[in-house]
């Protein structure tokens, strides 16, 4: 492990080096984080408990909307082989953490080492549909996850090395990251990641830059910008965001300030006011400077395994919150220029709610015509798509205000 400056072994010196980690990232104007041990999730418990505590100058206790947003993760070694980042939801339970590590055959330090456990490639997890589906056969992980690739220019970890083109095309990944950079790639890596490689299946996926943070003094924290745009910080919102890189995605700031909180609107040159820019100004990927582990006594019923369409499909109809945020982000995707996106989100958008068949009785079109709009292929004419949004926007009690900055 090439960790430089003093570790941590006792429960108060990590929560001390958790808040000076808090207090680094306010300085380098992070406003989120996704802390992703190799193999390992023991730092994330007091990184969560250190931004929970942060108070403002006046020793006041933030409010939850402007505290460091802290998303889990693990960082894994596959037998693809490359590597991947795991990240769950900012939310996801402290207490499920080490389910996630058992979930993966993953052979944790004991709770007396001062550094992470050697580290073994999953050699059962030997491509990342595998990966998926190990992980979605837990009822507590379903649909609160998301798995980035290396997608690096070099090296032996990165998935575009020469022969890994149909482990990049079967893959169930909308992005990947990488370390450093994003200005790394050539011409021909750069063809890959955005679609223009039919050896790749035309595939374009999101790139997110990273950088490790292996230095007691924080110095690498933040030097390389990711700037995300979502409503809620879940994997979700990271999924969807993929899936729209180049209107919810941004390798430098589209014109918010760096340390502007997560409960600020935000409205940026060429882009419509409907959601927030957020800062996550590295994956920061650490390196474990102490020993300890999370315990939890619980164990949560697993239940029956569900495509993952299926699920989203039923937290549509269950959750009204997500239902208009997935509406809202269909109609800002096609606002954006990005119809395939905006497309495909109002298709699930209109199977899980109000159907086909009603919606060919209230616009009067037959169904098979509003299936090929809303398909693939579809071309829709503005007429019939705004027509259509109507009638969405009705049905869901909404509507949408659009404003405009002009640019600068």
């Keep these: 492990m090439n960790w430089q400056g003093a570790g941590a072994t ?23 984080v996704a802390i992703s041990d190799h193999h390992d999730v023991a730092f994330f418990k007091f990184i969560k408990e250190a931004a929970e505590k942060e108070t403002d100058e006046l ?30 939801d900012a939310d996801f339970p402290v207490d499920f953490l080490p389910q996630v590590v058992q979930a993966l055959s993953v052979t944790p330090a004991a709770d007396g080492d001062a550094k992470h456990a050697p580290i073994q490639r999953l050699d059962h997890i030997k491509t990342l549909q595998d990966l998926y589906n190990e992980l979605n056969k837990r009822e507590f992980l379903r649909d609160r996850f998301i798995v980035l690739p290396h997608v690096g220019e070099s090296g032996t970890s990165t998935l575009l090395r020469s022969g890994f083109g149909p482990q990049y095309k079967t893959m169930p990944c909308v992005g990947g990251f ?81 340390s502007s909180s997560r409960g600020s609107r935000c409205r940026t040159a060429g882009f419509w006011d409907l959601s927030f820019w957020i800062s996550i100004r590295s994956t920061t990927r650490h390196r474990r400077p102490w020993h300890g582990k999370v315990h939890a006594p619980r164990v949560y019923p697993l239940g029956p395994l569900r495509p993952a369409k299926e699920t989203v499909q039923a937290r549509i109809k269950q959750d009204r919150k997500y239902r208009k ?5 269909g109609v800002e995707s096609l606002l954006a220029g990005d119809l395939d996106t905006g497309k495909a989100i109002l298709h699930d958008y209109i199977n899980a709610t109000i159907g086909f068949e009603e919606l060919s009785r209230v616009t009067k079109r037959p169904t098979k015509s509003l299936m090929r709009m809303f398909g693939p292929a579809g071309n829709p004419q503005a007429r019939n798509l705004f027509e259509v949004i109507g009638h969405l926007q009705r049905a869901e009690g909404l509507q949408f205000e659009l404003s405009l900055k002009a640019a600068s």
Aim: charged share 25%; aromatic share 6%; net charge positive.
């Design 59 to 88: 020793g006041r206790p933030l409010a939850a909307e402007d505290r460091l947003t802290v998303f889990p993760g693990m960082e894994l070694t596959l037998a693809v082989p490359c590597q991947a980042l795991l990240i769950l």
């Design 325 to 329: 945020e997935l509406l809202r982000e």
């Design 178 to 258: 990488v370390d450093g950079s994003v200005t790394q790639h050539g011409q021909g890596n750069r063809d890959i990641l955005n679609g223009k490689n039919k050896d790749y299946a035309n595939k374009a996926i999101a790139v997110f830059q990273t950088s490790d943070n292996r230095q007691r003094d924080f110095a690498d924290l933040g030097n390389h910008t990711t700037w995300v745009k979502w409503a809620r910080p879940t994997a979700e919102a990271l999924r969807q965001a993929c899936l729209a890189r180049f209107s919810r995605i941004a390798t430098q700031s589209r014109g918010c300030p760096q």
């Design 10 to 32: 006792t429960d108060d010196e990590r929560r001390q080096y958790a808040q000076e980690f808090v207090a680094a990232c306010r300085a380098s104007g992070l406003t989120a």
